[in-house]
């Protein structure tokens, strides 16, 4: 039984080998040069540096929309209640954090992002995120 599945094997083998060369044959072509031939050349004046860009490198990375603009603390609604989330944006080029302020008696649809420094009380109430933060993060 042993010899069979080895003839079998063989046999497939060399079929495969078959099909393989014919499939070469048929699109290969042998280059003969003659001596003093040239092969095609193109004048270095005509070559420029290739500079790839983000785009290039990352095609099929989604483009993110652009943030909405930084609101100064004269629009805000009313007392700093506590700073929800924290997110990193790019303006002008820059990376910048901003911050989800929530403000005491408003609605969750008044919730507004805002610069470190726009936020009233910004330090005390970004201490109170970070450390929520690290109490979730110990829980876990």
Not at 105 to 126: C, R, V, Y
Request: with cysteine.
């Amino acid at each position: 039984m042993w010899k069979r599945a080895c003839d079998t094997a063989s046999k497939y083998i060399a079929e495969a080998k078959e099909c393989n060369k014919q499939r070469w044959d048929k699109t290969h072509m042998e280059l003969h040069f003659k001596e003093g031939d040239q092969h095609p050349v193109l004048p270095v004046s005509l070559v420029k540096p290739y500079f790839q860009t983000e785009e290039d490198k990352f095609a099929s990375r989604k483009k993110n929309p652009t943030p909405p603009e930084i609101v100064e603390v004269e629009d805000s609604p009313g007392p700093v209640s506590k700073i929800i989330r924290a997110r990193k944006i790019r303006l002008n080029g820059k990376d910048q954090r901003q911050y989800l302020v929530k403000f005491k008696s408003q609605t969750a649809d008044k919730d507004k992002w805002f610069s470190e420094d726009s936020i009233q009380d910004g330090n005390l109430h970004l201490r109170i995120l970070r450390a929520s933060r690290r109490t979730e993060q110990s829980h876990q």
